[in-house]
């Protein structure tokens, strides 16, 4: 249909908008992020009602690295931005500079979620599992969740890699690129309040 | 459908100006700083804790407000709908979170 | 173009409707599953009257009657009225609004199979170790493996996270499709009250469903990986799950009630030949009740030691939600007075609602009043005030909807006398059934309870109560005998059966065509085809010329990404987790072949195009 609009073979100048399709793609994504704010927002709840029962286990101050978290922070903003500069390369028409930022993307991705692996590993050390306190049930869903849905993107991004190193930058992978773009995004956002709310207020006490 | 297929075909015409990366790597940069200063309100740990809470919210909401306006575009045109998805999101989940800071610490 | 060129492909049989990626065959598919769960949900709700005939009955075991009552709620809610309601915005939103599909075809059919296959997970549970019987609403502790140690709980929890994944995804396709895809010169206060209530009801979805989303999981982690959400020895906390469940949970009933009041709205305002009074205050009604429907949900929990500041604010914003509704039920009376009035089956229905809602709804005000609710919580009289709202209300209203709208899906009008013997059948057994209820609550009977003490004064209205179940059976029968017989005749609907249609889904034939519209309608006010029809037109203005219309391609993953959860379900109830794995792994395969196969689905051309687009 209008998937092939690029009759002069030029991309139009926002792609993900010029079909109808890639419209209600994007829009569609918007809105299960509200979703997905709901989602995050009640796992939060959860975490703040029971954050200070932990069963005679450590607690968040004695447990929390802050130079690791800081160190995940970094790396997740930062690939934040580098999937802003794939999909300016988008816009831009440029298929080879907007592969090379999403590997950056996802390369940064991979570390963030080394890091906290490593960090999961650690806590266990500690006792801090999964099932020792309704406080570690719920850090571990919370964070963990987060964590599933880096590993997603990953995947997911990767996969578009793929398609358009195969099929190139059209009117149809584009809309593609750019939602994944928009969940990358939300997931950073997500983890700004984690750190906030789980790590530095744990810190604080 | 015919009507959007006409429509799409004339805009390859139009020479287009592109957003450059300078207003995204600026919000990168206030994120970096809130995010540098969150942590040293932490660290200084001189402070009431119900300041440092409040601090590390109001922080963070700024941060992810800068990110969703910029890099994630809301702050475009043809943002309408997002962000009353969005929005809608965060009123219920305002709600939530009320309840649950009421119910834990009050 | 070259894409036109690849094998178009067309199933017909049951791969046609295994496959279907169109809206109006998938909002069959609703009806017909929603139809279904629904008379699984009648015969669960026939067996608990027929045990509570009597005092000290043993018609069934104390057990069986907690499945019965958790299986009668869980189905009826999220089986049977939300598919109807589904199935009805499926076929009917698009037509209304002028567009040929909904913006994500391939989504909707996932949301229909992923909904029938968690419906019949929970189902299957009565043959595989047991229903769940902790209630539809599962309250923890008792829904947690201390007191529920079988798998029926966690058949109620997988069941309702698939399920639950299908109305999320309908709620998004609605808002977008509603958004985006409007017909050219349909503003949003053009639109039909339907699909303003659609569109509301969707917003709802969005919001509330992933609050569930996550109680369902802790539940689940709680039970099956030794979670201590809700676990008080570990520091969990049981009003935690109250909390959880009723921020979803209220919602839920508004999305449960808004489409029957845009039923009504459509009904009404056809059978009085007669504009809807008061759109705009209308429209601004269904967004207040969707907005305060969120602010109100520990109205369920008075009794549970919020304390009286918390039980304060909610018994107020509960009893604002009543503003609102009067507004509604204020202007249909409005609408009918010095209408040319026609007492069609739907109006008929539509006219029953009114007053049995409003009955619901006062009885809601009194539940609303913290220390009355205290001494009606868990009483016949909180079982009086919802069946009102959702069997005389909600159910009433589909049964309009379903009525009114039989001929524009199906091609064949129902009989309107069955239609009326189904009626009166019900609404006078609905009364019969759930009025001496509340006298029931207030002489202090206990509900869930799968029995009572003789010489309390219950058993003439309890008996009252059965008979009047079995009335409303008999209605039920009706309509299906109703569905049967009209399902032999021929397709013989004009595009306009109730000949004063009002809405833009009556310009076109009845069924309508695979395209909808051979060309999208140019909309010139509210009330589209009306406006067209006093203008002494027979149809609509087309909005642009006849070209090839575009069309998505049928595909059968959405059928098996479902039966990978459903399979993943069983895994994880039964500790199974390498099956549970593979079932996951099937979904994930399906959403990668989804991503990977570019299918842009196929043109139909204009010669295929009867004139008039009256080909169906």
Known sequence: ?205 | MTAEHAASVEQPKKRARHEGPKKHIIAYIFSLVLTILAFAVVVTGDVSVNFVYVMLVLMAAVQVFIQMAFWMHMKDRGHLYPIIGILSGVIVVFTMIIMAVYWAWW | MAHGSHAVKRYTGIMDWLTTVDHKKIGILYLMAGGFFFLIGGLEAILIRIQLWKPFNNFVSPDTFNELITMHGTTMIFLAVMPVIFGLMNCIVPLQIGARDVAFPFLNALGFWTFFFGGVLLNVSWFLGGAPDAGWTSYVPLASTTFSDGPGVDYYVLGLQISGIGSLLGGINFLVTVINMRAPGMSFMRMPMFTWASFITSLLILLAFPALTVGLVALMFDRIFDGNFFDPSAGGNIMLWQHIFWIFGHPEVYILILPAFGIISEVVSTFSRKRLFGYSSMVFATVLIGFLGFMVWAHHMFTSGLGPVANALFSIATMLIAVPTGIKVFNWLFTLWGGSIKFTSPLLFAVGFIPTFVMGGVTGVMLAAAPGDYQYHDSYFVVAHFHYTIVGGLVSGLFAGVHYWWPKIFGRPLNETLGKLTFWFFIIGFHMTFLVQHFLGLLGMQRRIFTYLDGMGFNEMNLISTIGAMLMGVGVICFVINVIVTSAKPKTATNDPWEDGRTLEWAIASPAPEYNFAQLPLIRGYDAYWKEKREGNKEMQPAEPLGPIHMPSPSILPFIMSIGLFISGFGFIFHQYVVAGAGLAVTLACMFLRSVIEDHGYHIEPEEIQPRGFKA
């Not at chain 1, 831009?92 to 991705?109: D, E, F, S």
């Not at chain 1, 928009?182 to 997500?190: N, Q, S, T």
Request: charge should be neutral; avoid cysteine; glycine fraction near 10%.
């Open chain 1, 1 to 205: 249909m209008s998937g092939h609009s690029h009759a002069d073979g030029v991309l139009p100048h926002e792609p993900e908008k010029a079909t109808l399709e890639g419209r209600n793609k994007v829009l569609g994504f918007w809105l299960f992020l509200g979703g997905e704010t709901v989602l995050f927002g009640t796992l939060f709840s959860v975490f703040i009602a029971l954050r200070d029962q932990v069963n005679g286990g450590p607690t968040a101050n004695e447990l929390f690295s802050l130079s690791v978290v800081a160190a995940a922070t970094l790396i997740l903003l930062t690939s934040s931005l580098t999937s802003v500069f794939a999909i300016q390369a988008m816009h831009r028409n440029q298929p080879k500079a907007m592969v090379n930022w999403l590997l950056v993307t996802i390369l940064l991705g991979l570390g963030f979620l080394g890091l906290e692996i490593y960090e999961f590993v650690e806590y266990a050390h500690h006792g801090h599992t999964f099932a020792a306190s309704a406080f570690s049930t719920s850090f571990y869903s919370l964070v963990g969740f987060h964590g599933g849905h880096v590993a997603f993107g990953i995947l997911w991004i990767s996969l578009l890699i793929w398609q358009v190193l195969k099929r190139g930058l059209t009117v149809v992978t584009a809309p593609k690129v750019y939602i994944a773009g928009l969940y990358w995004h939300f997931i950073d956002v997500v983890w700004v309040f984690i750190f906030s709310v789980v790590y530095l207020m744990g810190k604080v006490g």
